[in-house]
């Protein structure tokens, strides 16, 4: 599939490169102080602007076209979207951009084009979602037409910020509950300032990783007890291998779309599922468990259960961060991750043990 993702940092790198380049634009034709500018203005500011008025209004989803002049054969103008928090149909919204701006390019029998990651600055949108909804757009419409290439650059800058919020919750896993929350209410005390509202958000999530690695381990030593109530020779590794089957039965998924969303042949998956394979890699796991779009609690339990400690190591954390941003595939956060350890979710396990999400 002719899909290719770029943390280059630069949507400016496929100047002259690509047939089109995508610009996140205003309804009205008038150019703000983002991207859009800087786009408007490597073209030829005046030269674009006049067809940008000739076009008139857009609606929100909506693309057309503009000579590119010094940047490509065209510039295409969607209208994007601002997060309202996910209650204005925000991700439709953001998918028409990508979709309408691909049959903009069919139309006009175009070979490639570049896209930046919209919404994802001034409008808002948390950055996992604004990757999501891009990808599912970007798949969709290529599925129908495959002949086209598309380039999603995303700025390193904001994965970088992501990977340090990943690092934060890491470095502070052991702090206790009371703490955090003393810590959040003087939070909430200090008022709407843009260093305490991203400390607020850390320590918010913290608790939420806590709260949640709290109520598995209180729910499994419950279940325990009642599993060996009712099975006197049973033991905690039957229980956990039992516990941790049940989930592929409860998840609502099949074999094989379990398979394709972590990018493995349905054979693996069978084995794991059927308990032939006695030891998976823990990024198999892990990757399971966000296929199976399992809680938090749930997620925990599942990767412990397979006999792995979860979450513990910096990656864990990592991946905990992304999740709660909006990332909702293992193909995104690999892709977010791979920006920081050039290695597609390599970590350590007890530093000693490789394992790697697919």
């Not at 790198?13 to 490597?42: Q, T, W």
Request: glycine residues 6%; proline residues 3%; hydrophobic residues 35%.
């Amino acid at each position: 599939m002719p899909l290719h993702i770029d943390t280059t940092d630069d949507i400016f790198e496929y100047a002259n490169e690509v047939d089109a380049m995508v610009v996140p634009a205003n309804k009205r034709p008038i150019v703000g102080c983002g991207l859009d500018s800087k786009m408007f203005m490597a073209a030829g500011f005046d030269e674009v602007m006049r067809q940008r008025v000739a076009m008139g209004n857009l609606h929100i989803g909506q693309a057309k076209e503009t000579d590119g002049f010094r940047l490509a054969k065209y510039l295409i103008h969607t209208a994007t979207p601002i997060w309202l928090g996910g209650t204005s149909d925000e991700c439709q919204k953001l998918k028409n951009c990508y979709i309408n701006s691909i049959k903009c390019a069919d139309r006009l029998g175009l070979k490639s084009i570049a896209f930046p990651l919209l919404s994802a600055g001034n409008m808002k949108f948390p950055r996992g979602t604004a990757v999501e909804t891009a990808l599912e757009a970007i798949d969709e419409r290529l599925n129908i037409h495959d002949s086209l290439d598309v380039y999603l650059v995303k700025r390193l800058s904001d994965e970088c910020k992501e990977a340090e919020k990943g690092l934060y919750l890491y470095e502070n896993r052991d702090t206790p509950m009371e703490i955090l929350l003393d810590k959040q209410k003087i939070l909430d005390a200090e008022g709407p300032n843009e260093e305490a509202v991203y400390y607020y958000t850390l320590v918010t999530q913290q608790i939420e990783i806590k709260a949640a690695k709290e109520a598995q381990e209180k729910n499994t030593e419950k279940e325990l007890s009642k599993y060996l109530a009712e099975n006197p020779n049973g033991d905690i590794t039957e229980y956990k291998r039992e516990r941790f089957y049940k989930y592929f039965e409860t998840c609502g998924k099949s074999a094989a779309e379990l398979a394709r969303l972590v990018n493995c042949d349905k054979s693996t998956l069978s084995r794991i599922k059927s308990g032939k394979t006695k030891a998976p890699n823990k990024g198999t796991i892990v990757a399971l468990s966000v296929a199976m779009e399992l809680s938090a609690e749930e997620r925990y339990d599942f990767i412990n259960c397979s006999g792995y400690s979860y979450p513990v190591y910096d990656v864990d954390f990592r991946i905990e961060q992304y999740l709660h941003n909006g990332y909702k595939t293992i193909r995104a956060i690999n892709e977010a991750i791979w920006v920081i350890t050039n290695e597609y979710l390599v970590a350590y396990d007890g530093g000693e043990n490789i394992y790697e999400i697919i």
